[in-house]
């Protein structure tokens, strides 16, 4: 049984740091693709940031302030996010993505997170 696991998420106040990680069971990373998406309330889903074997792909509104990486070793994915403003905040998810190219659809991803909450107070 696949599972996704997401931990680090909490309150912090704008322009502060988290660090959240993904461990994954059931499954490796491979050369897949592997993502972090955030949905805030009344938002549809969308992918922030992305890492396949080009390298690391960033939304705009993150670029700069995030950093993904990864380690297949460990079946771990990880976003560094800082200087964080309360428009980030939103239920973070990391994803595998079904090949080993990043897209944005959704639809391209295969294994799913349960998610975890991040909070910047303005």
């Known amino acids: 049984q696949v599972h996704l696991v997401e931990s680090g998420g909490g309150s912090v106040e704008t322009g502060g740091s988290l660090r959240l990680s993904c461990a994954a069971s059931?499954?490796?990373?491979?050369?897949?693709?592997m993502a972090w998406f955030r949905q805030a309330p009344g938002k549809e889903r969308e992918r922030v940031a992305s890492?396949?074997?080009?390298?690391?792909m960033y939304a705009d509104s993150v670029e700069g302030r995030f950093t993904i990486s990864r380690d297949n070793a460990k079946i771990s994915l990880y976003l560094q996010m800082n200087s964080l403003k309360p428009e980030d905040t939103a239920m973070y998810y990391c994803?595998?993505?079904?090949?080993?190219?990043?897209?944005?659809?959704?639809?391209?991803?295969?294994?799913w997170g349960q998610g975890t909450q991040v909070t910047v107070s303005s």
């Open positions: 890492i396949d074997s080009i390298g690391p």
């Open positions: 994803a595998r993505g079904k090949g080993g190219y990043c897209y944005t659809s959704l639809l391209e991803y295969n294994y």
């Open positions: 059931g499954v490796t990373f491979g050369t897949n693709c």
